[in-house]
């Protein structure tokens, strides 16, 4: 069964640092895509970083660019997003997402979902 699994959401004071990770199970992460999205308490899901499968390609998002790092680690079957200098905008529900081929920036295009991990940044 493919599966991934989301951890290391938490709450963060302003200005601060979190990774969470992404574990996929019952298939090998390195042939797919995997992104991350996040989703705020009424509003849309929205694409944060993609790393492809191909040749390691990265995408961010613009209001994250600079505080944001995505890599993996195919050992571990693990894609890791590191989030730096957070914002209380950036609170939301952290989902990754596995697809075969090249990154996406549509949801839809993505078969494979975690459940999410939750961001909080507040004082």
């Known amino acids: 069964q493919l599966q991934l699994v989301e951890s290391g959401g938490g709450l963060v004071q302003p200005g601060g640092s979190l990774r969470v990770s992404c574990v996929a199970s019952g298939f090998t992460s390195d042939y797919y895509a995997i992104a991350w999205f996040r989703q705020a308490p009424g509003k849309e899901r929205e694409g944060v970083s993609c790393?492809?499968?191909?040749?390691?390609?990265?995408y961010y998002v613009d209001s994250m660019k600079g505080r944001v790092t995505i890599s993996r680690d195919n050992a571990k079957n693990t894609v890791y997003l590191q989030m730096n200098s957070l914002e209380p905008e950036d609170t939301a529900v952290y989902f990754c997402?596995?697809?075969?081929?090249?990154?996406?920036?549509?949801?839809?295009?993505?078969?494979?979902w975690g459940q999410g991990t939750q961001v909080t940044v507040s004082s």
């Open positions: 997402a596995a697809r075969g081929n090249a990154c996406s920036a549509w949801d839809g295009h993505y078969d494979y």
């Open positions: 790393i492809s499968s191909s040749d390691g390609s990265v």
